[in-house]
């Protein structure tokens, strides 16, 4: 398995909502990776986790809150999101936390706030 | 700041015509990485240079990483209706952090 499965692909929510944005690989990657990708920009990174363990948070806003339960899942929790978080979330992964190999990304999920 | 530029934002050719994509950056890089997004999907991985003066081929793409690995370029001979999408090059940032650039945003007249 060579793919890094992210759920939902689309996701609508309301500012009050709670949701969480769910990414699976079994490739035995050792770091994941949150990055937010806004229309006609690059994806902008958000979070590292280098075996199991967060390591770097891009001073992300606290409304987004990672979660690694074990090596193969990554979970981002959402919680009164506004309107200007709407993007496409993609989940990464890479053999290594370092940044020498290449990452495999999630088709990412589109999210709508409204 | 940004840590790796990229140019041009918008390249549009016609098919069977020649593209490059550059990416400058301010301090040496210890590697370069390219990846390309098709319209409405995900970054693909497609390469990593790490050498000096390294130049890799695939296919019709060929990448440089410059001698003094701050500068990298991706080429592609005869551009095909496949190759639409967005190229990014992607550098490190510290240990952990892959940063990329703005992206070339090539589109193809068949």
């Known amino acids: 398995d060579t793919e890094v499965t992210q759920t939902p692909k689309h996701l609508v929510m309301g500012m009050t909502n709670k949701k969480s944005l769910k990414c699976e690989q079994h490739?035995?990657?050792?770091?994941m990776y949150w990055y937010k990708q806004k229309a006609k920009k690059p994806p902008e990174l958000m979070f590292v986790y280098s075996y199991e363990k967060l390591s770097i948070n891009e001073s992300v806003p606290s409304r987004f809150s990672p979660e690694c339960p074990n090596s193969s899942l990554l979970n981002l929790h959402l919680h009164a999101l506004q309107p200007e978080d709407s993007a496409l979330y993609l989940c990464?992964?890479?053999?290594?936390?370092?940044?020498?190999?290449?990452?495999?990304f999630g088709s990412g999920t589109r999210l709508t706030v409204v | 700041g940004q840590q790796v530029m990229q140019i041009p934002q918008y390249q549009h050719v016609q098919e069977g015509e020649d593209f490059t994509t550059y990416c400058n950056s301010s301090?040496?890089?210890?590697?370069i990485q390219w990846y390309k997004q098709r319209p409405g999907g995900h970054p693909v991985f497609l390469i990593q240079l790490v050498k000096s003066g390294e130049v890799k081929k695939q296919k019709r793409l060929t990448f440089q990483f410059g001698e003094a690995k701050k500068n990298s370029s991706l080429h592609i001979t005869a551009t095909q209706t496949t190759d639409v999408g967005t190229y990014f090059c992607?550098?490190?940032?510290?240990?952990?952090?892959?940063?990329f650039g703005q992206g070339t945003k090539l589109t193809i007249n068949p």
């Open positions: 490739m035995g990657h050792r770091a």
């Open positions: 990464a992964s890479s053999q290594a936390w370092d940044s020498n190999y290449g990452y495999t």
């Open positions: 301090t040496t890089l210890s590697n």
């Open positions: 992607a550098g490190p940032k510290g240990a952990q952090k892959l940063v």
